[in-house]
């Protein structure tokens, strides 16, 4: 499974993200592959999830990818509801 971390620029913001959904699918006991890009590249990358914020989405759409939204890319618990709703 590939999930990508999305920001606007693909440095800092979707790093820290990135950071958070990898201690979060570890706790979840999940494997994936996990990175982190800008909301342009991420259109043409080929994952399973993207995790991004919802004013970023509108430039996802059209992706296969399914788009799960995040409001704090800090707040680990948002995270986890995100992505244990989506992972099952």
Same mark, same amino acid.
């Given at each position: 499974?590939?999930?990508?971390?999305?920001?606007?620029?693909?440095?800092?913001?979707?790093?820290?993200?990135?950071?958070?959904? !990898?201690?979060?699918?570890?706790?979840? +006991? @999940?494997? #994936?592959? $996990?990175?982190?890009?800008?909301?342009?590249?991420?259109?043409?990358?080929?994952?399973?999830?993207?995790?991004?914020?919802? !004013?970023?989405?509108?430039?996802?759409? +059209? @992706?296969? #990818?399914? $788009?799960?939204?995040?409001?704090?890319?800090?707040?680990?618990?948002?995270?986890?509801?995100?992505?244990?709703?989506?992972?099952?």
């Amino acid at each position: 499974m590939k999930i990508l971390c999305v920001c606007g620029l693909g440095q800092g913001t979707s790093l820290i993200l990135r950071m958070t959904v !990898e201690e979060v699918l570890q706790e979840l +006991g @999940v494997s #994936a592959d $996990v990175e982190h890009t800008d909301v342009s590249t991420a259109s043409s990358m080929n994952a399973d999830y993207i995790v991004t914020s919802q !004013e970023l989405s509108a430039s996802l759409q +059209g @992706v296969r #990818a399914k $788009v799960m939204i995040v409001n704090n890319y800090f707040d680990k618990n948002e995270i986890q509801t995100a992505l244990s709703s989506h992972l099952g």
